[in-house]
C-alpha cells in the first residue's frame, strides 16, 4: 500500500487575511448560521466568547435553516442593516 501527502504545491505566494472591523462597546455582531446540524451550536459557543472578549458588544444570530438555500433577502438586509460584522459559519 502506498500513501500519497494531499496536501498540494502553492500555486501563487501566501496573502495574510487584512479585512476587518473596528468593534466597540454599543456594537452588535452577527452569527449566520447555514443550517447545516451543529452550525447553531456552534456559533452560540462563538457569541458567547465575543461578547467576553469584547465587553459591551452583542451578538445576535440568525439561521439560515437550509443548507442548501440561498441566504435570504430579508436576512442579509436586517444584518446589513443593524451588525458592524458578521461571521458565517457552517456545522456537520
Known amino acids: 500500500m502506498k500513501f500519497y501527502d494531499p496536501r498540494g504545491e502553492r500555486s501563487g505566494p501566501t496573502v495574510p487575511y487584512e ?3 473596528h468593534l466597540a462597546p454599543g456594537q452588535q455582531i452577527g452569527l449566520f ?3 447545516f ?3 447553531v451550536e456552534f456559533l452560540q459557543l462563538i457569541g458567547e466568547a465575543v461578547e467576553r472578549v ?3 458588544i ?3 444570530l440568525w439561521n439560515k435553516g437550509n443548507a442548501s438555500a440561498l441566504a435570504s433577502t430579508e ?3 436586517e444584518i446589513s442593516d443593524t451588525c458592524s460584522a ?3 459559519a457552517y456545522g456537520h
Request: aromatic fraction near 0%; hydrophobic fraction near 50%; charge should be neutral.
Open 75 to 77: 436576512d442579509l438586509a
Open 54 to 56: 469584547i465587553p459591551g
Open 19 to 21: 479585512l476587518s472591523a
Open 58 to 60: 452583542t451578538v445576535k
Open 33 to 35: 448560521a447555514n443550517g
Open 86 to 88: 458578521v461571521i458565517a
Open 37 to 39: 446540524p451543529g452550525s
